[in-house]
């Protein structure tokens, strides 16, 4: 098996939703939680897994209501937050990192965008694509799953459904679209988890003293989707086959997980507040 080299775990803001978006029946209760992505060294060059928002959608109005819309019956509007890393303004909806995020993630990591050989993105919501400009300018090629892509194209969804259509339709865009799993680089898979969103895919990192590790992104949200055996509150596609195929992933990704794979929840911030940063990256 050959295996990626080391990896960094990212964080590139916060958002605030109802704890029901994450956890299917869950309840109405505002709850912060991490915009996380994964930076991998592999023999191929730097894969970067997830983006983040960018600043376009952080300050656009029509997503901030959009935000605002889904929290808005949620009996803790004033609730603070309560772990590190605190937010710039607590006072803001959500909140991300100075700047142009993923570029400030990255250079955190002594990297700037040209510098990575491939990105990927689990799905096309606001809070995972917000980087992807900002890749594409530096020719950095974007890992997508052809049915979600085929699907933010469609027309069917939109800011309101936290789509942001500038993130996925920057000229040059070099795409690579994929069909269910695959091998993005060495010891870095594409794992499809669709559900969430139609294409959506969480990924395994194999790096050879830790082992695999599991970024489930959306399929589930936090720990507690393991632990109650509960898969994501929304999906995007809003069938029922949409609603079986998140169930169907989280059973895939408990499988998946059986042999001691290191699981990363797409947005817990305990968990990834444990899991990063050990000087020079896991390996
Ligand atoms: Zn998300």
């Known amino acids: 098996m050959s295996t990626a080299k080391r990896l960094f775990l990212l964080q590139f803001g916060a958002e605030r939703v109802p704890k029901a978006l994450s956890?299917?029946?869950g309840?109405?209760?505002l709850y912060w939680e991490p915009l996380t992505g994964a930076l991998v060294e592999t023999s191929a060059g730097w894969v970067l897994l997830d983006t983040?928002?960018?600043?376009a959608a952080h300050e656009d109005a029509e997503a901030t209501a959009a935000y605002e819309l889904a929290g808005r019956d949620a009996p803790n509007l004033d609730h603070e937050w309560?772990?590190?890393p605190r937010p710039p303004d607590a006072a803001?909806?959500?909140?991300?990192?100075?700047?142009?995020?993923?570029?400030?993630a990255l250079a955190e990591h002594g990297l700037a965008p040209e510098d990575l050989h491939l990105a990927a993105v689990s799905h096309l919501h606001i809070d995972h694509s917000g980087g992807i400009p900002t890749l594409a300018r530096a020719g950095v090629p974007v890992a997508i799953q052809r049915r979600e892509l085929a699907f933010a194209r469609s027309g069917a969804v939109g800011v309101a459904e936290g789509f942001f259509e500038p993130d996925w339709t920057e000229p040059g865009t070099v795409w690579r679209e994929l069909d269910g799993d695959a091998e993005l680089a060495p010891g870095v898979h594409a794992v499809a988890t669709p559900g969430h969103t139609p294409g959506h895919m969480s990924f395994r990192v194999d790096l050879e003293d830790?082992?695999?590790w599991l970024f489930t992104a959306d399929a589930t949200d936090l720990a507690q989707n393991f632990l109650d055996h509960v898969p994501c509150g929304s999906w995007a596609g809003g069938t029922d086959e949409d609603?079986?195929?998140?169930s169907s992933s989280l059973d895939r990704l408990v499988s998946l997980a059986a042999g001691g794979v290191r699981l990363v929840p797409g947005h817990d911030q305990v968990i990834a507040n444990t899991a990063r940063h050990p000087r020079g990256g896991h390996r």
């Open 23 to 25: 956890l299917a029946g």
């Open 27 to 29: 309840p109405p209760e």
């Open 52 to 55: 983040g928002m960018s600043r």
């Open 82 to 84: 309560r772990l590190a």
């Open 92 to 104: 803001g909806w959500n909140w991300i990192l100075d700047g142009d995020p993923v570029a400030t």
């Open 210 to 212: 830790s082992g695999s």
């Open 243 to 246: 609603a079986a195929a998140a």
